[in-house]
DNA sequence: AGAAGCTCTTTCACATTATGAAATGATAAA
DNA sequence: TTTATCATTTCATAATGTGAAAGAGCTTCT
């Protein structure tokens, strides 16, 4: 009886509602909220209790959702492995891999490699010169467009359309330097096609600075981004210049080994 | 119940086909097999053609799966961010990490936890004392259970008619020291029980010793299997001692931590 | 070149499968 | 106790998913 205007509509692909809708109420989970409850999560996603629930218990029979001592719902260890072989199957990152090393070798840094998902940048891979422990621990983290730099170059090469919908959209300030202001983002994205490398100082870690450069694939798109980052210490306006170059190669590389052929 | 000759049945949910077949298809991509075209993967998961295409195209319009220039399919980068996602959620993962660094400190080996993953053990966490680049590399890898300390650890915990069916089916040797002899196996996994440990000698890797122990939940069930191993250079037969009653601590403080009160 | 064979893709009539309102349990708060 | 809230099950309904068949590309053989 209540069919008012939408709190969220599910897209679902022609022949697999039901298909769409369980992959919803996956990424309904994430690292800010890692669990839910039935009656937390229909209502998220603006689903009947019914089906949320027939859904999520056909997902846990597969393992890909766990429930707590308490009945809440949290992802489940069979994603671990599927995106444990989602990862090693990327071409994209058996690309990247060697030339992350060198880049990390090079600059003492840690170089990572991200690729656009929905709203978010999402880390493909990462290797750090310096921190060899605890690596690896931000593999499959989402991180915002506007307050990286990866995030903000994944962005400026997006049609125009999809720029203004995301400028439209709440730019939320994760420390005092995230740039909140749409007027000014804009800017930055022009500039950082014009120069083809983009920079986020202290925008996402307060006194961590990055730069990200673009990869293309054969079709000469930009898939994924390329950045090395480090304490603002080290990082010094002298360095910039060699960092970038460095990354920029790293990036150029990359884009060669999946078939980009400049012209 | 199943008749090994038929093809292959996928256990759909009720009132969730789609979804069951969908995940049915997720899982057909593995480490050995990461890439499927669509008649392949269609004959596999014994689905009609059409069916498999439209179940693929929706996952794809999600990022689960993503295709080639070939068209042929793969596991999609959302799939990362998701298993990211579970296992930084993961509970076992959280009170087990502490107890896994000491344990890879004070053996000055490789730490690792693991739980059954359907017919396979599947790597939650791992910490290196030695190795400390590149680790993290196996999380989300799925290992043969006969062949692997964990495996048969976890194995011979689990209900007798479960542990006759894995015993029925194709023991592969992985080396030549791989135990491939059901009579053989089974009087291991009831030794494994009898002692609460379980060691693998070259049975995956020529050279490779490990051990492993039970982790128990609130609830008195075997969750999860921690172990610890290196070069058999390394794991004397003098030094295996010591290795289990660190092992073996281990294993009871992530219990403990679990909710488990021994009694 | 044309035919034959292959795989991928789309269509469409049909009914199986998924849906959600409502009823029922189960638990917690008043 | 009653009241409220959340989880689970049921079941009539039709919308969704299904698969045979035909179409569209592309490769290989004759």
Redesign the pocket.
């Known amino acids: 009886?209540s069919s008012e205007s939408e709190p969220q509509t599910i897209e679902?692909?022609?022949?697999?509602?039901?298909?769409?809708?369980?992959i919803a109420l996956l990424k309904a989970f994430d690292d800010a909220h890692a669990e839910?409850?039935?009656?937390?999560?229909?209502d998220y996603v603006n689903?009947?209790?019914?089906?949320?629930?027939?859904?999520?218990?056909?997902l846990e029979s597969e393992g890909l959702i766990q429930?707590n001592t308490?009945?809440?719902?949290r992802l489940g260890h069979e994603l671990i492995g599927l995106g444990g072989c989602a990862m090693r199957a990327s071409e994209l990152r058996e690309a990247a891999r060697p030339e992350l090393e060198t880049l990390a070798r090079e600059t003492g840094e840690t170089a990572v490699l991200e690729v656009l998902a929905k709203r978010h940048t999402l880390i493909i891979d990462e290797v750090s010169d310096r921190d060899p422990l605890g690596i690896s621990q931000d593999i499959g983290a989402r991180l915002p467009l506007h307050a990286t730099s990866t995030g903000k170059l994944l962005l400026a090469y997006r049609p125009a359309a999809e720029i203004d919908e995301h400028l439209q959209g709440a730019l939320t300030a994760v420390t005092p330097h995230t740039i909140i202001d749409p007027a000014t983002l804009r800017a930055q994205l022009d500039e950082i096609v014009a120069r083809g490398y983009a920079v986020a100082d202290g925008e996402l870690d307060v006194g961590f600075i990055a730069v990200a450069a673009p990869v293309y694939d054969a079709g000469r798109t930009v898939v994924a981004a390329v950045s090395v980052g480090g304490p603002a210490l080290r990082i010094s306006p002298e360095r910039q210049p060699e960092i970038v170059a460095s990354l920029q190669v790293t990036a150029r590389r990359i884009s060669r080994r999946l078939g980009y052929r400049p012209g």
């Open positions: 009886m679902t692909y022609p022949g697999a509602q039901a298909v769409s809708r369980a839910w409850s039935l009656a937390e999560i229909s689903l009947n209790r019914a089906t949320t629930h027939r859904l999520l218990a056909a429930r308490t009945g809440h719902y």
